[in-house]
């Protein structure tokens, strides 16, 4: 009958376009459909259709991302919009491994797909800035913000304690896994980023995946009509603020004569670099000497003084340092057929840093595309990234020869309160330049931004090819290719010096350090890095239904090889002042190459097989043999499971329910190895770390004896991998059709037979070896909660809110140790030292550094009867964790009709911090603390004293022998800021706002009235806007770390100060 | 089936492509063996820099350097209060030379024939050092050390024993150079292989050519030296007789000790191309370019021993410190008010320290000479009268700070009868002359012996290593500590082997101070 009807009604074709309520722009290859009846099509690349219907009918037009419509046929034409729709649970499609895209109700484990609008709202340059408080179980640390910065990415905490615990950066389908490579990607060309967070949804990855995931998929352009989009961000860097710093006391480090009055009080030592002197006072203090020559020219008659009130000048070290200026200014171009489409980025970054004379220049282009004939169809994608970065390198003080010397920043914070450092800026002036400075034991630091340079640029070429061919509607076959080169040169150059003989002659007799040199030559540093990584999968991926069964899966074998070849010449005796050529350089250059190379090989395998829609079951499993471990332990397997069940439609009685509209649990096992034997000297493969080879030893060959020793390293021929079992089960709700979403997922996992290289006695006659010990078990709690508070026509608020509890623990170590040291804060030359170790029945990595002595029962410090001191103890006490133990995320976004203002805001905490920044200032005098007393004796609080009786009692009466610096066993010098580190040890909790953005996009009416273009917006951006830390750290950003390594939790004076961003943003598409 | 064939095949196939395809693990970047004589250059250029530039504190302590009043103090070395870092890397440097000659050793033993030369070194190398190492420890790890797979964490062995193991393995050291000298003599060796041996023996050879009985016949003086000294400082825990019964065993040998003129130096071709290519001892005080480093403005000349080169008119003085303004002024370490180095003296003179390519003195002949000189005083037969001997001590400490051996003369007689200077006074002028001697030259060895003599003597105007404001009192007594704390490292890595209850004052077994 219906067939019947069908005949006798009154067909008539109705066209239309479908736009997006968003911006108006047409949506291709949206699903046209009549309700009720059989007929459809799809829209074309102009997003229009055409469809013959019955009278009376209504059309329903669903598309991928957006929220279903129904509209009934009135008249010939019928335009749709519709709107995004990102609250689909179960629906949303997720490129999860291999680059296979699945509905998310399919996985059996925890995943974050974050789109390109999120990740470059504050219009970040990296991708993993762009990440930050965004995703449970992610966290990304900016380990140094100098103009080309550092970051780590860990997903689910730490695993390995020496190996590599950063998460596997997959782009497009093609693995790499140093996660340096993600720098070289422009955030704009991204269409979105997955985030695998734990070993069952990476398993397949084989050896680099047992640290999760982020899989990365390019733009490929879209059908419709090219549309071209040019984006401009300036921004500016500002230092946030610099540690607290004392503003009372001028130079003096101990200094006896004419700086010593015969009642003992001090006077102000215009060359120091330590502030032990006097109160400021205000009296004129001459602090700069320039020399009057006799006709000659050479004989010295007297000197010209720079005077310069003693006093505090605010801002003499913070105004050291620039506001800085970048300039990215993006382009973009996609087109698109129904057969074919083709994105072109091209992105151009121009920075110039907080500090003087740094600069960095990125320029990226990336073509990425698809076209498909018949059967066959080709992905493609290239891309070309140039970075060029200049930064201050150290400069010549106190050196051993060489490019060593005193770090930048830690010469500015040591410029006592009162010495106006500006005035030092011209380093040819009367008295900037290197005879006449004023300090006799540090450098200018306005020589060093000018005359030591680290000079770097890497020229990244990355590539591939995906070929597909589609055998029959259930099997295609496909192989990708992969080819990632990287040449990187680095010219590091420090000029040289020639001190006058006046200045040498030392006429404060100061002991100056730098002239008492004479002269340094200038050095320079020449290196050349290759890298090329190729990888290549081939893969059968089939898809097939029975019934309710669907059965879908891949099989495939890759290879993979990564080959880096490194060849470095250190001259330190050039003869020519700018002249950096290593030809120019007196005696032996110091040399040294690098040339590493490592395979692999892996079949694998991976099938879901799916219920009705609603329940899923996934195995997986990869075999992979690799040329860096013997042939008896080079093969290994990775098996995986996981389930899910979307039991809203599995359970006739929840189904359909508008509280709960979806609801899915999945549970998940996978176990991964991991070869962590990488990371000596610069092999980060592991290659050639089975036998010991022999090294020349320091100086050899001299002349034509040769001389070699033992590495001090023991390697291990029997190493195997690292493995990693991994549990994870989590539960993802939908309420009131999903404008409330909440997920939750717990992991649990078990790291044994680590790599770890752990310290030997020397006894042995090595420093460290390799061995196969250890257990790490880790606990992960995550929670993701997103709503939706508002929804109407003209104003939307969306939340966001992220929690992650992290729980690590050593279980044992090898050879049945008690601790192993992961890392130091060794950039300080001066200062207390903290350990990073792994310690057993602890998380890790905790700090261990000294700590006063004190009383047992009372846990107070025991001072000296007599001087009132404390006294450290030699052995190291251990402090907590420096790994957060829990983050917050929250971000938000409220739009209001063309208005939108979005923010982040993350919380980090559960952790401590070794502040090795602050103890240097404590060591100097210059620290807020080291002023607290005002320079006098002073109790030590709460402290105690031996009692007569035996016993302590509590220290009332006696004050510290000498509450100054500058003496032997005075406080401040030698006591507080030399070998306790305890006093550094700090919160590291903090709060901060990462992004804030309010953009205001040119109403539709608008853009249509000025025509040529199609959209337009314009924007004020901000990052790290705002950090609020405890009161305890009053000077450096907690997030820092000497290290991208794990032994993070130290920071020190090789870090920047602090800063934020601010700019405005300006995009047009035509 | 022949589908099955198929299958098996390409199975087959793609494993044994996959072993082939991931077989590329072979170093391309450093060899995997090497031939012993790179070992042994390499073992003796590690033990010049252990003599150059190790326990650097110690020098402070035996009153030959001071820090400057241009630095801050160093509280762990002026105030007598080590910490477990205090020697850490010294430690360390020091067992890294030890498994070079262990390596040599065992390279040795796979062929003794025509290896026994390098055995010979290594024993001898391996008694000095050690000895070193438990006169500032105390027990070490001994018999257990250098065996990684079987021994992960070594035992402390007890100091006595370690020493009487060295005593009898210089004995067979001998006897492997009498072994290598006849292999020489007897041309079984190509001249070739002779001519490498003399290249690489960079102590005694040095590629100049140097006759193989001529060469070996020197490393027997030094090891028998070696063990004098050995004797003599375990001689309160053996007693004299244990010492004479050894004497005797070297007496055998008939090659005597390194005498006047024969030091045990090592220089592989010191230059300055490079810092890691200076004499060790020269990259304290200097760079690359010859201008000082921070080691030279940081240790300046130390009042004590200004005083009494001063006090007795010794011109050595000019051979260790450099003058400022004409003048050679010191600081005594530890001073609050210590003075600037713009009026304080630098350590380097005109010889000690004065060139990047200088040999490093492993064991000068004054100090065997001096050696030799408190033997016979205590009643041994070494062959010379201790007047005799240690007067040639005094004088070619003189010729090796570029004074002449008249000068020496003339200084003995200008102090006769001195108990500080002439030796015909006895032990405490051979004790303080070999104190004054070994002045930036081995500070270790004046370190033993001024724990195992008490020379020279505080008497409170030219010698009192009790410098310290807040100093570590110890019995009642102010007093630079007996020995050195186990390090760090040890502490870390081995701590359960580690002898219990050691302080920095608990006597080495043959420091009879406290008993």
């Known amino acids: 009958m219906l067939c019947v009807t069908q005949v006798f009604a009154q067909n008539r074709t109705v066209t239309g376009t479908v736009t997006a309520k968003e911006d108006g722009l047409p949506i291709p290859g949206v699903t046209v459909k009549i309700k009720g009846g059989t007929g459809g099509t799809q829209t074309n690349s102009a997003g229009k ?78 991708v993993s800035t762009g990440l930050q408080g965004k995703v449970s179980g992610l966290q990304v640390n900016l380990t ?205 970054n121009d920075i110039k840093g907080i500090t003087p004379n740094d600069t960095r220049r990125q320029d990226n282009i990336r073509i990425g595309g698809t076209q498909t004939y018949g059967k066959f169809s080709v992905e493609y994608n290239a891309s070309y990234n140039q970075n060029a970065v200049s930064q201050a390198g150290p400069s010549y003080n106190q050196t051993s020869g060489g490019l060593t010397g005193d770090l930048l920043y830690f010469e500015v914070l040591n410029t006592p309160a009162n010495i106006p450092l500006q005035d030092f800026k011209n380093i040819n002036s009367q008295y ?146 700018g002249d950096f050529n290593i030809t120019s350089t007196l005696g032996i250059p110091t040399y040294n190459e690098f040339y590493y190379k490592q395979r692999s090989g892996g079949i694998y395998e991976e099938a879901t097989l799916g219920y009705n829609n609603y329940l899923f079951l996934h195995v997986t499993n990869r075999d992979e043999w690799n040329s860096v471990l013997s042939q008896a332990h080079n093969h290994y397997e990775y098996p995986g499971a996981d389930g899910s069940f979307v039991f809203t439609d599995g ?137 939706i508070p508002v929804q109407s026509r003209n104003f939307t608020w969306t939340v966001g809110i992220n929690f992650t509890h992290y729980a690590n623990k050593v279980v044992s170590l090898s050879g049945g140790q008690h601790q192993l040291q992961i890392g130091n804060n060794a950039a300080n030359t001066v200062g207390a030292v903290a350990g990073i170790y792994a310690v057993v029945g602890k998380p890790f990595p905790i700090i261990e550094t000294n700590d006063w002595i004190r009383d047992p029962a009372s846990g107070k410090v025991i001072v000296d009867a007599g001087t009132g001191q404390p006294t450290p103890n030699p052995n190291l006490t251990e402090y907590g964790t420096t790994n957060p133990t829990y983050q917050w995320g929250f971000n938000s976004t409220l739009t209001y009709k063309s208005l939108s203002f979005s923010f982040v805001i993350d919380y980090r905490g559960g952790n401590e911090i070794f502040n090795s920044t602050a103890s240097v200032e404590a060591f100097t005098g210059i620290s807020a603390q080291s002023a607290q007393n005002g ?136 | 089936m022949k589908k099955i064939t198929i299958l098996l095949f390409t199975i087959a196939a793609l494993s044994a492509g996959c072993k082939k395809f991931t077989d590329i693990n072979n170093n391309p970047n450093q060899p995997l063996s090497v031939t012993p004589n790179v070992l042994l250059s390499a073992a003796l250029t590690g033990s010049a820099n252990g003599l150059g530039a190790d326990f650097l504190n110690t020098p402070r302590w035996m009153g030959y350097w001071a820090r400057s009043g241009n630095f801050i103090t160093t509280p762990p070395v002026e105030d007598y209060q080590e910490d477990v870092s205090f020697a850490d890397g010294d430690w360390q440097n020091y067992y890294n030379t030890l498994n070079r000659y262990n390596n040599i050793e065992i390279a040795g033993k796979q062929s003794p024939t025509t290896l026994s030369f390098y055995i010979g070194v290594a024993k001898t190398m391996k008694a000095l050092h050690f000895s070193t190492l438990v006169d500032a420890f105390g027990d070490v790890p001994y018999s257990q050390a250098f065996n990684l797979n079987k021994f992960p964490n070594p035992k402390y062995d007890d100091a006595k024993t370690i020493y009487a193991d060295l005593v009898s393995q210089l004995d067979s050291a001998v006897t492997y150079f009498d072994a290598a000298k006849a292999y020489y003599a007897l041309g079984a060796a190509s001249s070739a292989a002779v001519k490498t041996d003399d290249q690489y023996d960079i102590m005694f050879g040095r590629g100049a050519g140097v006759a193989p009985a001529t060469r070996i016949d020197n490393w027997v003086k030094f090891a028998n030296t070696v063990k004098l000294r050995l004797l003599l400082t375990e001689q309160s825990a053996i007693g004299a007789s244990g010492v004479s019964t050894e004497l005797a065993k070297t007496d055998a040998n008939g090659r005597g000790y390194l005498m006047a003129g024969t030091s045990a130096s090592v220089n592989p071709g010191y230059n300055n191309s490079s810092a890691s290519r200076l004499n060790p001892l020269y990259n304290v005080f200097y760079q690359v370019s010859g201008s000082t480093s921070n080691g030279y403005a940081f240790n300046r000349a130390n009042q004590y021993a200004v005083n009494f080169y001063n006090a007795t008119q010794d011109p050595r003085i000019g051979g260790v410190y450099t003058p400022v303004g004409g003048k050679i002024l010191g600081n005594y370490d530890g001073d609050p008010n210590a003075a600037s180095n713009a009026v ?48 040639q001590g005094i004088e070619q400490s003189f010729i090796f700070l570029g004074n002449a051996q008249a000068d020496a003369d003339t200084y003995i007689a200008t102090n006769a009868g001195s108990v500080l200077v002439d030796p015909a006074t006895g032990l405490q002028a051979i004790m303080t002359q070999k104190w004054i001697s070994l002045n930036t030259v081995d500070w270790q060895q004046a370190y033993t012996d001024y724990r195992r003599t008490g020379f020279p003597v505080p008497d409170g105007t030219h010698f009192g290593f009790t410098h310290a404001l807040a100093p570590t009192l110890h019995n009642g007594k102010l007093t630079i500590p007996y020995r050195f704390l186990y390090p760090q490292s040890e502490i870390s890595t081995n701590g359960k082997s580690i002898p219990a209850g050691k302080t920095q004052f608990t006597p080495v077994f043959w420091d009879t101070r406290e008993q």
């Not at chain 1, 991302?65 to 019928?78: C, E, I, Q, R």
């Not at chain 1, 032990?276 to 205000?282: C, E, K, L, Q, R």
């Not at chain 1, 200038?522 to 081939?538: H, I, K, S, V």
């Open chain 2, 344 to 391: 304080t003296a630098g350590v380097s003179g005109t010889v000690a320290i004065s060139s990047a390519s200088q040999d490093q003195m492993i064991f000068s002949d004054f100090e065997s000479l001096f050696l030799q000189a408190e033997a016979a005083q205590e009643g041994f037969s070494v062959g010379g009268s201790a007047t005799t001997l240690a007067t």
């Open chain 1, 935 to 1070: 320079r006098q004796r002073f109790i030590f609080p709460n402290s105690v004293v031996a009692s007569p009786g035996g016993g302590f009692v509590n220290n009332t009466s006696v004050a510290v022998n000498n509450g100054n610096g500058g003496q032997p066993s005075s406080f401040w010098a030698n006591i507080y800021g030399q070998p306790v580190g305890s006093l550094f040890v700090e919160d590291a909790a903090f709060i901060k706002l990462r992004e804030a953005n309010l953009t205001f996009q040119l109403p539709a009416s608008i853009v249509k009235s000025i025509g040529f273009i199609k959209k337009a917006s314009i924007g004020l951006i901000g990052r790290n806007l705002l950090m609020i830390r405890p009161k305890s750290n009053d000077s450096i950003d907690p997030e820092f770390a000497d290290t991208t390594g794990n032994g993070i939790g130290t920071t020190s004076v090789s870090q920047l100060p602090p800063t934020r961003f601010y700019g405005a943003n300006l995009s047009v598409s035509f």
């Open chain 1, 144 to 348: 140094n913000n100098g103009v080309n910065p550092t970051t780590r990415i860990v997903l689910r905490g730490n695993r390995s304690i020496t190996g590599n615990n950063q998460a596997l950066i997959v782009v497009d389908g093609v693995p790499n896994d140093n996660p340096n490579y993600i720098t070289t990607i422009n955030p704009e060309d991204i269409a979105s980023v997955t985030v695998l967070k734990g070993a069952v949804a990476a398993a397949i990855y084989g050896s680099k995946a047992s640290n999760g995931v982020l899989i990365i998929t390019t733009k490929k352009g879209s059908k419709g009509k090219p549309s071209i989009t040019i984006q401009n961000t300036t921004e500016i860097q500002s230092v946030s603020y610099l540690p607290a710093l004392q503003t009372k006391f001028g130079g003096y480090g101990g200094e006896g004569g004419a700086f010593v009055n015969p009642d003992g009080t001090v006077n102000p030592v215009p060359y120091e670099n330590e502030s032990y002197g006097p109160a400021f006072d205000g009296r004129k203090l001459g602090i700069a000497l320039s020399p009057k020559f006799a006709s000659d020219g050479v004989t010295v008659i007297g000197y010209d003084t720079l005077f310069s009130a003693y006093s505090n000048k605010p801002n003499n070290r913070r105004d050291f340092f620039n506001n800085g200026i970048s300039n990215l200014f993006n382009v973009s171009y996609d087109i698109g057929s129904d057969n074919s489409t083709m994105h072109v980025g091209f992105q151009d």
């Open chain 1, 651 to 787: 359970i006739k009685s929840l189904k359909d329910n508008n509280v709960l509209s979806y609801g899915k649990i999945h549970a998940g096992v996978a176990q991964v190895a991991n070869i962590n034997i990488g990371g000596l000297n610069t092999n980060p493969y592991g290659a050639y770390s089975l036998v010991n080879p022999f090294v020349p030893a320091t100086g050899f060959p001299f002349g034509s004896l040769g001389g070699y020793s033992q590495s001090a390293l023991s390697l291990n021929p029997n190493i195997k991998p690292e493995q990693t079992l991994e549990y994870e089960g989590g539960v993802e709700l939908g309420f009131l059709k999903d404008r409330i979403k909440f997920e939750t997922t717990i992991s649990h996992s078990e790291s044994k037979n680590q790599s770890l290289t752990s310290s030997v006695s020397s006894a042995t006659g090595f420093t460290q070896e390799i061995a196969n010990a250890g257990l790490v078990t880790n606990d992960v709690q995550e929670f993701d909660l997103s709503l």
């Open chain 1, 49 to 126: 259709f055409s469809l013959s219907v019955p009278a009376n009918a209504t059309l329903e037009f669903s598309g991928v991302g957006y929220t279903k419509v129904s509209a009934p046929v009135k008249g010939d034409v019928l335009n749709v919009s519709l709107a995004t729709a990102s609250n689909q649970l179960g629906e949303v499609v997720i490129t999860g491994a291999l680059g296979i895209k699945s509905q998310a109700r399919q996985l059996g484990y925890a995943t974050a797909q974050i789109d390109n609008k999120a990740l470059t709202q504050a219009k970040v340059t990296d």
């Open chain 1, 432 to 577: 900037g330049n290197v005879n006449s400075y004023y300090n006799a034991y540090a450098t200018n630091p306005y020589w060093t931004v000018a005359n030591s340079r680290n000079n770097s640029t890497s020229y990244i070429f990355s590539g591939n090819v995906n070929l597909s061919y589609k055998a029959t509607n259930w099997l295609t076959f496909s192989d990708r290719l992969a080819i990632t080169s990287n040449t990187q040169q680095i010219l590091q150059t420090r000029q040289g010096v020639q001190f006058a003989p006046w200045a040498i002659a030392d006429p404060q007799s100061a002991g100056n350090v730098p002239s008492s040199l004479g002269s340094v030559f200038p050095a320079t540093l020449d290196q050349t890095f290759f890298e090329q990584l190729l990888n290549n999968d081939f893969i059968a991926n089939f898809n097939k239904k029975f019934g309710k069964f669907n059965l879908s899966g891949v099989v495939g074998v890759n290879t993979q090889q990564s080959y880096q070849r490194e060849l470095s010449l250190e001259g330190d005796q050039l003869q020519f002042p």
